[in-house]
């Protein structure tokens, strides 16, 4: 199990007792909102994806990393953060990471203190060459987490998404292992 701890955040793989909590993060259509492939409406569909992130802690050669994000403090659940691998000849060497938290947490620095919690696990313990991130461009709040970790924009893709009945334009993040090095 993977455990990373940082100054007010416990961030570690998913347990099955996070279920209720998982399920009221993953079941707010305002967290969820630019997330809707991960909307779950029902406390099973909620299960299955739960379920499936605990099933990849086993995985041979892991790809995908879903960690639950928890208040150091209180160990109330904050909220997910996730790195996914891309499938590449050279094993792990790109990332795409994601993130959601409770709206209670948000504007208080914790999305960021994940982000750079992971990023530093994907770079120093992966060994990972890049790790992106993207958002809708009207997502202030994620481009603002992407900035603060350091993360560098690599596009602007206009009308590449299709949100609430209309084309949206959509922003790309990068961040090398040698530019995570030079700001640490």
């Known amino acids: 199990m993977i455990y990373l701890e940082t100054k007010h955040l416990l961030i570690r793989d998913h ?13 707010d259509r305002a967290v969820m909102r630019y997330l809707p492939d991960i909307y779950c ?3 099973e569909d909620s299960r ?26 209180s160990e109330q659940f904050v909220g997910a953060i996730g790195l996914l691998l891309r499938p590449e000849p050279t094993r792990h060497s790109r990332g795409n990471l994601g993130y959601f938290i ?4 948000w504007n208080k620095g914790y999305t960021t203190e994940a982000a750079k ?8 313990e992966l060994g990972l060459h890049k790790v992106t991130c993207g958002c809708l ?3 202030a709040g ?4 992407m900035k603060k970790c350091g993360m560098i924009k690599e596009a602007e893709l206009v009308q590449h998404s299709y949100h609430e009945g209309q084309w949206k334009d959509r922003v790309m993040y990068r961040l090398l292992k040698s530019e995570w090095h030079a700001g640490v």
């Not at 347990?15 to 079941?27: G, K, N, P, R, Y």
């Not at 409770?102 to 947490?105: A, N, Q, V």
Request: glycine share 2%; no cysteine; charged share 25%.
């Open 117 to 124: 919690a992971v990023l530093h696990f994907g770079f120093e």
């Open 15 to 27: 347990i099955a007792d996070d279920l209720q909590a998982f399920h009221a993060l993953v079941s």
């Open 48 to 73: 299955h994806n739960l379920q499936t992130s605990i099933a990849e802690i086993r995985a041979e050669h892991r790809t995908k990393y879903f960690f639950a994000i928890l208040e150091r403090s």
């Open 102 to 105: 409770h709206k209670k947490f």
């Open 41 to 43: 409406a029902s406390i």
């Open 137 to 139: 461009s009207e997502n």
């Open 142 to 145: 994620s481009e603002a987490v």
